[in-house]
């Protein structure tokens, strides 16, 4: 693909996801203080519970569903078969729910929950797997210019509701459940717009006994090392919120829930672009063609890594002031949890980008062995972190998980970084050096932007700090990147590119 393609594609994930950050910002100043921290931390337990529970049954398909179709762009047969494998997801699950509802189970998975609200949960979470489903084939297609419109009016759309909605003070689980289903059918809607104006949607959507059998082998085969993975994944990833909201309850969850969620605000870029990452990868080890393989690695991860950086040690230094703006006072005491959780981000990056290796370069089983072990061990230290005193733990709520996910996003993405740099022949002692030293050169920086502003104007209002604040942090390290790019891990080509994609799409836009 050629590069200057690429970096349009870039440059319109870039510009949405800016543009996303400013408008989750509203939102993420709205949500939690229009709910309050039960109902908030309500939501996030259901959400992420039923999520949880989709990606297990996904088991890396929807990747291997990105990968195949951006090598196999003509075959129609693929975006057929996959949608038919969304609905026997949905069936499953739905049938999940009502056999442990019959079965009297609801309480146990769910503790202090509305059989309701947790009916809304599955279809949000199947609505938002779809949403991404078919914003990964939008990508696979080279539509993602197209695709990125559609979601800046989404983004615009959602703000406007649920303005209107706390102007009128009708902010509640249930209105934000339907809030959250209006935008994921807007979302969907347009996507298959997207698709059919480019004549991607199949024009049949029958499949023949061995066109089916293909696929299932194709995808089982892709699939089953990460059966075992995603079991686990699953089992772990509903403990460690589950345990939090016995122990802790929803207010508890509500404080790691805001955490979270500013959490992805931080991590929108990475996320963002990791598809187009992904795309570009497959299409190369299609090709046998490792030297692309390594350029993208080198050219593009160290660069995202930088810029979510950027964002989470802003966030962390002025976490007080981001709950009180986003949140209110109500929200003060998670104020510990918000600042672990915004320096999640950081190793998620290299996190999301460097395991989409193994999944595009089709090494399942490497990636299953090295995540499986670290989920294992997490779930002892989950109990620990969370559990009262008096059943041998600390009693440290929202806050011991927050530290457990940082410690063990860490030592798992090194150990995948490892193996990816020795796979694509490169130094990882040079990645891991940049991981320390971007961030230790972008927090001090942080640090000292905040109580430069706290002696030259101490007088203003918080909010008035904290944008000159943006302002002084933000021209630093620009003037640093420009001038000494290698202490971020970059080079003055990589400067210039976003300086000619910047310039591109500016022009563009006149």
Wanted: hydrophobic share 50%; with cysteine.
């Amino acid at each position: 693909m050629p590069e200057d393609s690429l970096k349009k594609r870039y440059f319109y994930k870039l510009s949405v996801t800016l543009a996303g950050y400013a408008m989750g910002l509203i939102t993420m100043g709205i949500i939690p203080r229009g709910l309050g921290p039960k109902a908030f931390g309500d939501f996030n337990f259901i959400t992420n519970f039923f999520s949880q529970i989709v990606s297990f049954l996904d088991m890396g398909s929807s990747t291997a569903f990105l990968t195949k179709l951006s090598q196999r762009q003509e075959e129609k047969g693929i975006f057929v078969f996959y949608l038919y494998f969304a609905l026997v997801i949905t069936a499953f699950v739905m049938f999940f729910v009502i056999i442990s509802r019959l079965f009297s189970l609801h309480m146990k998975f769910w503790p202090g929950q509305s059989m309701f609200f947790v009916y809304c949960g599955v279809i949000w979470a199947i609505m938002n797997w779809l949403a991404n489903v078919l914003n990964q084939a939008t990508d696979a297609y080279g539509l993602t210019v197209a695709a990125e419109m559609k979601k800046l009016y989404q983004k615009l759309f959602s703000v406007i509701v649920i303005v209107v909605l706390f102007y009128l003070n009708l902010i509640n689980l249930k209105t934000f459940f339907l809030y959250q289903y209006f935008i994921q059918i807007f979302l969907v809607a347009s996507f298959l717009v997207v698709l059919r104006d480019a004549g991607k949607l199949p024009s049949q959507w029958n499949l023949s006994i061995q066109a089916r059998n293909f696929y299932v082998k194709e995808f089982v085969q892709y699939c089953h090392p990460l059966f075992f993975y995603s079991l686990v994944s699953l089992l772990t990833g509903i403990f460690d919120r589950w345990i939090l909201q016995y122990f802790g309850g929803s207010v508890q969850q509500g404080f790691y829930g805001l955490g979270f969620q500013i959490c992805s605000l931080c991590m929108l870029f990475t996320s963002s672009l990791t598809p187009l990452f992904i795309r570009e990868f497959a299409i190369a080890y299609a090709r046998n063609d490792r030297d692309r393989m390594a350029f993208l690695f080198r050219r593009y991860i160290p660069l995202f890594y930088v810029i979510t950086a950027y964002f989470s040690c802003f966030a962390a230094t002025n976490a007080d002031r981001v709950i009180m703006i986003l949140a209110g006072p109500q929200y003060q005491f998670a104020l510990i949890p918000v600042i672990l959780m915004c320096l999640f981000p950081i190793h998620s990056t290299y996190g999301q980008l460097s395991n989409s290796v193994f999944l595009a370069t089709d090494q399942t089983k490497l990636y299953r062995n090295i995540g499986v072990p670290f989920m294992i061990f997490g779930v002892p230290l989950t109990y620990i972190f969370i559990a009262p005193h008096h059943k041998f733990g600390l009693e440290m709520g929202a806050t011991g998980l927050a530290i457990k996910m940082l410690l063990f996003q860490f030592l798992h993405v090194n150990i995948c970084l490892y193996f990816n740099a020795r796979y694509l022949k490169i130094s990882f002692f040079r990645y891991l050096v940049h991981q320390i030293l971007s961030v230790l050169v972008i927090g001090i920086i942080a640090i000292f932007s905040r109580f430069a502003m706290e002696k030259i104007i101490p007088g203003f209002h918080f909010i008035v700090k904290l944008v000159f604040n943006g302002i002084l942090y933000s021209g630093i390290l620009a003037f640093l990147a420009y001038f000494y790019p290698r202490i971020f891990g970059l080079k003055q080509d990589d400067i210039g590119m976003i300086y000619t994609i910047v310039r591109r799409g500016l022009d563009k836009t006149k």
